[in-house]
C-alpha cells in the first residue's frame, strides 16, 4: 500500500523527482509568535495525549503552538486554521504557495525544511518547535531519537507511505487536541469525492492505469490497487487494468510493453517536461488507444507528487485538475 512517491526505497531512489523535497534553510520564522489556531473545539482540554506509533509513544502535554511539519500535515492543519513554522519545501512549488492551501494558510514566513537530502537538524532546533510532526518522513529512522530530543515527535505507524489520508489526519488532528474538528474535515472531503463519482457514474467499473516516466526508458507502473495513490480511483467505482496486473512486474514494464498502459483512463506523471516530449514522440505511446481517444492525463512532477500522496485538501485540487479527462472517460463506452 505504498505511495509511487517520496519513499526512500528502491522504487523511489528512480522516481525521487516526485518527492516533495525541500531546499534548505529559506523562510525562516524567528518570532515569538505562534501560529494562532482556527476556530472549532477547544484544543487545551485535550491535553496531554500520547500517541503510539513505530519508535514508541509521544506524550503531548499541552496545545503546541510552535509545530514543525516534516511530511505533508500542513494540509491538515490548514483544515483547522493552523500554520506551522516550518514544512517540506517542494522543489517544484519552492515559493510553498500549493493551490490547495490558498485562503487556508499562508507559508510564505514558515521556513522550508529539506526533508530528503540530509535534515538540518540546528535549523529545526532554531524553530523552537513544541511538537514535530513526521507521520509520512520516510527518513525518520536515521532522525527520529535526535528530534525527539528537541520537541514531542509523532511519526508513522507500521511504515511510512502505509497509512491512508483518513488515517493520518486523524492522527495528526489527535496530536493538535483537535480530532472532532479533523474528523469533519475528513467527512467534508470523502463527501467531495461522493459527490464527483454521483456526477459522473459512467466511472463505475471503468479501468485505470497509473505510471511514471522517470528517466528515459524508465517507466515505473502501480500494479496493486491497495497503492495509497490509487485508492482516490476505486473509491470513484473504477478498477485496475488487467493489462497492468498481467504484464507489470514488481512496478516495472518495459518499453517494448508500454501498451499494456492502456485502460479507460491513462494516467501517467513525468520528471520533467523533456522526458514528457521525449515520450509523445514515442509511436508506441501515441498509439495507446486511450491516447489517441483523449482518455489521458498528462501530469507535470508537481502534480504528479499530489497524486502519489494524497491529502485531505489535495483530493480535491487533483479532481479538479482530472476532471475534464474524467469527463471523457465516463462518457465513453466501456471497452
Known sequence: MRTLGRARTALVAAVAVVVLTAAGACGGDDSDEPATPGGGQSAAASFPVTIEHKFGSTTIEKEPTRIVALSYEEDTLATLGITPVAYGKNEFKPDGAFPWLEGKIDLSGAAALDTFSELNLEQVAGLRPDLILATNFYGLEDYYDKLSEIAPTVAYGEEA???????????IGKAVGREDDVAAAIADT?????????????????????????????????????????QLYSQLGMRLSPQVTENVVDRSLSMENIGALDADFL????????????????????????????????????????????????IPWQLAELRPTLEKVAAAQAG
Do not use: C, H, M
Not at 192 to 208: R, V
Not at 294 to 310: C, E, I, L, S
Open 267 to 314: 494516467l501517467i506523471g513525468f520528471a520533467s517536461a523533456e522526458l514528457r516530449t521525449e515520450l509523445g514522440a514515442n509511436p508506441l505511446f501515441a498509439q495507446i488507444p486511450a491516447v489517441v481517444a483523449g482518455r489521458v492525463y498528462q501530469a507535470d512532477a508537481f502534480t504528479a507528487g499530489a497524486v502519489n500522496n494524497p491529502t485531505i485538501l489535495n
Open 190 to 230: 470523502e463527501k467531495k469525492i461522493a459527490d464527483f463519482g454521483a456526477a459522473l457514474p459512467g466511472l463505475k467499473d471503468k479501468t485505470y492505469s497509473y505510471s511514471y516516466y522517470y528517466e528515459p526508458d524508465g517507466l515505473a507502473v502501480i500494479d496493486d490497487p491497495e497503492t495509497i495513490s490509487v
Open 161 to 171: 507511505g502505509i497509512a491512508t489520508w483518513q488515517e493520518v489526519s486523524t492522527v
